[in-house]
T-cell receptor, first 115, second 109 residues
Framework: NAGVTQTPKFRVLKTGQSMTLLCAQDMNHEYMYWYRQDPGMGLRLIHYSVGEGTTAKGEVPDGYNVSRSTTEDFPLRLLSAAPSQTSVYFC??????????????FGPGTRLTVL | GQNIDQPTEMTATEGAIVQINCTYQTSGFNGLFWYQQHAGEAPTFLSYNVLDGLEEKGRFSSFLSRSKGYSYLLLKELQMKDSASYLCAVMDSNYQLIWGAGTKLIIKP
């Protein structure tokens, strides 16, 4: 099992450009999440999905779109990049957020810089 | 509002014991998690508490007091590879994880 994979690992964008961060998992997890991690702050939830065909907004959704057309894939789209979106982005997945063994498994992250 | 507090940084000596505290105020409670994150890497799961008391896993133990909104992670026999950030997270009533900013643990020889 590859677990949770993310591409690209690093990216530099100019203000106003768009891009898609890819995330895939091979654990047949229902739930998938996108977080951003900024210095001095906890992980913040951008969007999440509770199953194929569903998406929901998290704490900081503005400027981002997601879709969940398959169980495996959960891409994150930046519509018009801004310097405030410079961050490390993590994708995660879990069977069901019921705790115990149902922990979240994280991808390796994408380090994005917006100039 | 929801809030998770943990110290920003701690320093300890190789072979010693260190306790990392976490206090929380959240909308509901469905468990508390500790994750380890090495610099430049993804968080990885360490422990989970949903009932009061101590959970032990080898050199790592985690304690929870729900009435006090308090948890700690205890690391024994510290090794250099334990140098990392330790993230406390609480699952709220919507089954979403609320994360603390993390405690950077520096291990000195």
């Amino acid at each position: 099992n590859a677990g949770v994979t993310q591409t690209p690992k690093f990216r530099v964008l100019k203000t106003g450009q768009s891009m898609t961060l890819l995330c895939a998992q091979d654990m047949n997890h229902e739930y998938m999440y996108w977080y951003r991690q900024d210095p001095g702050m906890g992980l913040r939830l951008i969007h999440y999905s509770v199953g194929e065909g569903t998406t929901a907004k998290g704490e900081v959704p503005d400027g981002y779109n997601v879709s969940r057309s398959t169980t495996e894939d959960f891409p994150l789209r930046l519509l018009s990049a801004a310097p405030s979106q410079t961050s490390v982005y993590f994708c995660a997945s879990s069977y069901h957020p019921g705790g115990g063994a149902d922990t979240q498994y994280f991808g390796p992250g994408t380090r994005l810089t917006v100039l | 509002g929801q809030n998770i507090d943990q110290p920003t940084e701690m320093t300890a000596t190789e072979g010693a014991i260190v306790q990392i505290n976490c206090t929380y105020q959240t909308s509901g409670f469905n468990g508390l998690f500790w994750y380890q994150q090495h610099a430049g890497e993804a968080p990885t799961f360490l422990s989970y508490n949903v009932l009061d008391g101590l959970e032990e896993k080898g050199r790592f133990s985690s304690f929870l007091s729900r009435s006090k909104g308090y948890s700690y992670l205890l690391l024994k026999e510290l090794q250099m590879k334990d140098s990392a950030s330790y993230l406390c997270a609480v699952m709220d009533s919507n089954y979403q994880l609320i994360w603390g900013a993390g405690t950077k643990l520096i291990i000195k020889p």
